[in-house]
């Protein structure tokens, strides 16, 4: 097995929004915001070859939405999703799976694309088993009021109409081991319904995939939950439960949304569970 990190690009969300109750004095510290209350974002994904798979976990944004539509996220720098898989030798129809934690939009985007007249959408990924879960699928389809903005149809419903959409079955389970793409996943349900976070063994090592469950180093304090979450006090029970396995484990927590920290290990200490050390992907596993 070969991991790769996969940049699909940066933007900017409020800091209000990501750090929910806890002031902007506070959040400021870790995550300083721009002029206009923005901090920086990162959509970095993680493609693992293993075999004759190519699984991408998760997709960004995508670039089909409207020039308004991504004025509202500000984006920046020079990372896309095609130039990043051509940088680890690969092509998006090399992708025999694209798994999705879940299917807000900066997580799934990219999986779907305008067709080539632009009269309809189709798979990014031609060749791509799409995976997600029926429980969030159906969340994401018949969205509450709270997340319907974060659920566009134009990033869903065309993996169904496809015919390559497929449910990993999480019947009564808070984790399993999936034989169908060959790592562990954890389900949480405090961001969304049924969110899924991939433990990958590697190279001696437990890596996590930890998508919105932990965006950035300076949401590990307990209290620090994004405003987006619909279940904010799940989430802080889910939380403390995965922070505290993190330490026990060992785990090195990739961080989908931290725009200048890829990785990241924990430790426990008096006031609750802190960062321990940073590494870029490369130091750690070269």
């Keep these: 097995m070969t991991l790769y990190p996969i940049e699909s690009g ?60 991504f004025g509202y996220y500000y984006m920046w720098g020079d990372h896309n999703l095609d130039r990043s898989l051509k940088e680890a030798g690969f092509h998006r129809d ?9 299917l807000h939009f900066d997580h799934c985007g990219g999986s779907i694309q305008w067709n080539n007249d632009r009269t309809g959408y189709e798979p990014a990924f031609k060749n791509a088993a ?18 319907k903005a974060s659920f566009l149809p134009e990033n869903i419903l065309p993996m169904e109409e496809s015919g390559q959409l497929n449910f990993i079955d999480n019947t009564g389970k808070s984790y399993l081991e ?32 930890a998508a919105d469950l932990l965006p950035t180093t300076g949401h590990i304090p307990l209290p620090y939950v994004m405003g987006y979450d619909t279940r904010p006090l799940l989430t802080l029970d889910e939380k403390m439960t995965f922070l ?8 090195y927590i990739f961080l989908e949304h931290d ?21 870029t992907f490369e130091e750690l596993f070269k």
């Design 130 to 147: 799409f995976w997600t879960n029926k429980d969030h699928w159906e969340w994401a389809v018949k969205p509450n009021a709270r997340e």
């Design 94 to 102: 090399d992708i025999t799976d694209v798994f999705m934690t879940h």
């Design 244 to 251: 505290n396995t993190a330490v026990d484990h060992d785990y």
């Design 10 to 69: 940066n933007f900017k969300l409020d800091g209000g929004a990501m750090f929910g109750v806890v002031p902007k004095s506070i959040w400021n510290r870790t995550n300083p915001a721009d002029a206009n209350n923005m901090i920086d974002m990162a959509a970095r994904c993680l493609l693992i070859e293993d075999g004759n798979r190519l699984i991408l976990i998760d997709t960004g944004m995508g670039n089909k939405q409207s020039e308004k539509f």
């Design 259 to 279: 725009a200048h920290h890829e990785i990241c290990t924990l430790r426990h200490t008096e006031k609750g569970v802190r960062l321990k050390d940073t590494y």
């Design 178 to 209: 999936s034989s169908e793409l060959g790592f562990g996943i954890l389900f949480v349900d405090g961001h969304t319904d049924k969110q899924m976070i991939p433990h990958i063994s590697y190279k001696g090592k437990k890596l996590v995939f």
